[in-house]
């Protein structure tokens, strides 16, 4: 058999190896190609949902195809996100992970699957802080009043939450071990429920979603002391934060877009650049921050480490009081 010349076969190998960065640049040029669903695991209304539409909306128009936005709830929100984690790698099924997905790795003890492992982060888009509110028959109007009243009244205070496990949930353990409280978690169906039990007077206090607490915070109906993130909240400027009473205390629900593990890195990036594209648009950014949410704009291996610290975070704070789902 002949074989090549050297400068032959230094060529043809050459065109060997740039066959799959060819193959790479003309997926990501031809992605997409047909509609994309994007799964939500909360009902249609809530903070994920309005994100993932005001999100999916941007995509359409750039990529030129659907975004097609797909509700699937239940067991807070693993169904939708075991339907994604089986799905083709393609970049056709898309989701919009939350932070529930990181606290439930440690919540609930059998999952079939491994978030972390199993999923690829896309962008992270929005945080949104929680407020520390109060039944107006508490006497307590700042933060450190409210610790002092606390420890003169150990585990008489009822702290309410919408379930075990939950961020509001989390986020009054979390005040509770670092500002060395004794509060009695009540747990409701719900933050409407939770809500309404404070309001009612039920329960004294509650980490809520600051989009519902600042409309009653608003009209006087509940006191709201500190906002959990580390500035202050626009919606609610005048309130300070928790982490000025108590230093290193920080807490927020956040919203990103992940993928199926293996999906290729091509694909990945241009969701990546398209979704911080609309992040850094005016009127994108002016819809977050009417529901409260700060516009984050990050590479795919930054979304990863905010996953990553905040499945530590709460996997502490989890074991720690051994808390499990209800």
């Keep these: 058999m002949k074989l ?38 909360t009902p249609a209304g809530g903070s994920p949902d309005i994100i993932a539409r005001l999100i999916g909306q941007w995509l359409s128009e750039r990529l030129g195809q659907p975004i097609v936005v797909d509700n699937r709830s239940g067991a807070s929100g693993n169904i939708g996100t075991e339907i994604v984690v089986r799905a083709p790698p393609d ?50 109007k700042t933060v450190p009043e409210f610790i002092a009243y606390a420890k003169a009244n150990p585990g008489k205070i009822n702290m309410a939450s919408p ?26 169906r719900g933050g409407a429920s939770a809500l309404a039990g404070l309001i009612g007077e039920q329960v004294q206090v509650m980490f809520d979603g600051i989009l519902l607490a600042s409309e009653h915070i608003k009209t006087g109906k509940l006191r709201g002391l500190a906002i959990t993130t580390l500035t202050r909240a626009e919606t609610l400027p005048d309130i300070p934060t928790v982490g000025e009473f108590v230093p290193g205390y920080e807490a927020s629900v956040w919203f990103g877009l992940g993928a199926p593990n293996g999906t290729p890195a091509e694909i990945i990036d241009k969701l990546n650049q398209e979704t911080n594209a609309a992040l850094a648009d005016p009127k994108i950014k002016a819809r977050l921050a009417e529901s409260g949410g700060n516009a ?25 009081l051994n808390i499990k789902a209800d």
């Design 4 to 41: 090549p010349h050297r400068r032959q076969f230094l060529h043809l190998t050459a065109g060997a190896a740039a066959l799959p960065a060819v193959s790479r640049i003309a997926v990501a040029q031809s992605y997409p190609s047909r509609p994309v669903r994007l799964v939500v695991t």
């Design 296 to 320: 984050l704009a990050d590479s795919p291996a930054d979304f990863g480490k905010l996953i990553a610290d905040e499945t530590e975070k709460w996997g502490n704070v989890i074991r720690a």
């Design 163 to 188: 379930g075990n496990g939950t961020a509001g949930h989390l986020c009054g353990e979390l005040f509770k071990m670092m500002a060395g409280v004794d509060m009695i978690h009540m747990p409701y």
């Design 91 to 140: 970049g056709y099924t898309l989701l919009m992970a939350l932070s529930a997905n990181a606290i439930n790795a440690s919540v609930y003890d059998n999952l079939p699957f491994n978030f972390i492992r199993d999923t690829t982060p896309v962008a992270s888009i929005a945080s949104i802080p929680l407020v520390m509110e109060v039944n107006p028959s508490v006497s307590a």
